[in-house]
């Protein structure tokens, strides 16, 4: 992605590096060439060159990244809808909108969690291109789902299959070859279906297994052969067990973990993205969208057993990212940061927890620790600048108009920052 030229000061902000630490008031963040080269209290001189942004009663923080992104899912009522309602070109630009979004919402970075077709890759290339705007994104194109599993919804009638949204696999050969194909797509995460979920309560309900362990060991050994990094939609705790035994990289959700599942999950460090805000939404809004009431209690059964699992992982000193599966009717795209404010207040995390969770450990998952996800001199300038303060009130990230600067690269993307006329920003850049 290009990167902006020149300097940008950051003052009289209270800034949150990502780190873990307590926030510093009054501390200054220099950005030049899109990287971070200080932050701090004020540094040196006055910089006549710098462009100035005025943070006074702001927070300043890493930009987030949302872990687990559906930038093709379209804000859907009913799943079915993901595979048949619109042709690829429409759902393309759809995309492009919701990455668009995100980066207006503060979110600077995305990991792909599935993807219609391989737009996601494409999309991808455009933004590090320039050519449209959203968040560094690692992409992972078609997910895997057993035959018959919670993916796999058309009837055999309809003599259609999944091709746009899953490849299908029946054993290990067939596991192999779809990890290929999405070797030759260009993508760097697998996203699987190890276990159902609370959606499809008669065949694959949130307690099914969706893939054999074969499988999944079959898809571990071919994509880590050739670079690629493995995930899976985990529910059932034999589900997860399986994940952490086959070797993937990261679970997505985690819902019914146990001891044995949480000593594998911390003896190699792995990730895991709970996304639980959309269970609150699915038993909160369901009923509008026609859900069942076995659906919603099957949701009301993922959330609680979620929650224990996220508090447990934390306890226990584990990774978890901040993700929400947003790209459903009840639970659209621009909500991305109810799931920050549910961990603070429907699950007890801090603020100063959640917001690590969404900045360094996103970054961590995606595998560019190095480059992003802190507030640190030599890191990509991806930074966020929010009216108010977050540690008091992290809700403040839910509404655009708290949202003041989204800066990518060292460039000011999005916020109010942008609107003619704010005073909040002088210098020579605008010139
Ligand atoms: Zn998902």
Redesign the pocket.
């Given at each position: 992605m290009k990167t902006a030229n020149g300097r940008l000061r950051i003052v009289s902000g209270t800034v949150i590096d990502g780190t873990g630490k307590p926030p510093v008031a009054g501390s200054e963040v220099h950005l030049e060439d899109g990287l971070i080269r200080h932050v701090g209290p004020c540094a040196g001189a006055s910089d006549p060159l710098a462009t100035v942004v005025d943070a006074s009663g702001c927070t300043v923080l890493p930009g987030l990244v949302e872990a687990?992104f559906?930038p093709t899912y379209f804000n859907v009522a009913a799943l079915e809808d993901l595979d048949i309602k619109y042709p690829i070109e429409y759902v393309t630009l759809l995309a492009a909108a919701n990455a668009k979004l995100a980066l207006e919402c503060g979110y600077t970075s995305a990991r792909s969690?599935?993807s219609l077709h391989n737009i996601d890759v494409w999309l991808k290339k455009a933004i590090e291109e320039g050519l449209a705007p959203g968040p560094r994104m690692a992409a992972s194109g078609r997910e895997i789902c057993g035959a018959g599993g919670l993916m796999d919804w058309n009837p055999e009638y309809r003599k259609i299959g999944m091709e746009g949204l899953v490849l299908l696999v029946n054993g290990p050969g067939e596991a192999r070859a779809a990890v290929r194909k999405l070797v030759k797509d260009g993508v760097e995460w697998v996203k699987t279906y190890p276990t159902g979920d609370a959606a499809a309560p008669d065949t694959n309900d949130h307690h099914t297994l969706c893939m054999t362990f074969d499988e999944m060991n079959a898809v571990v050994a071919t994509a880590h052969n050739h670079g690629l990094k493995v995930t899976g939609?985990c529910r059932a705790t034999e589900g997860i067990r399986n994940a952490l035994k086959a070797g993937y990289d990261a679970v997505?959700h985690g819902t019914f973990m146990d001891q044995e599942c949480l000593d594998l999950l911390l003896s190699r460090d792995v990730p895991v993205v709970p996304?639980l805000y959309f269970e609150k939404a699915s038993i909160e809004r369901g009923p509008e969208f026609g859900m069942s009431q076995r659906v919603i209690d099957g949701h009301r059964e993922t959330l609680e057993g979620g929650i224990e699992s996220a508090k447990m992982i934390l306890r226990a000193g584990g990774c978890l990212g901040m993700g929400g599966?947003y790209g459903f009717a009840w639970n659209p795209h621009g909500d991305y940061a109810k799931e920050l404010t549910f961990f603070v207040k429907d699950v007890g995390f801090s603020p100063l927890e959640v917001l690590t969770c969404a900045t360094r450990n996103g970054a961590k998952i995606l595998g560019r620790l190095n480059e992003l996800g802190t507030l640190e001199a030599g890191k990509l300038a991806d930074v966020l600048i929010v009216k108010g303060n977050l540690l008091s009130d992290i809700s403040l990230l839910e509404k655009r108009s708290n949202i003041v600067a989204v800066i990518q690269g060292g460039e000011i993307k999005a916020g109010t920052a942008l609107d003619s006329g704010n005073r909040a920003v002088r210098g020579p850049s605008l010139r």
């Open positions: 687990h559906h969690g599935g939609h997505e996304a599966d």
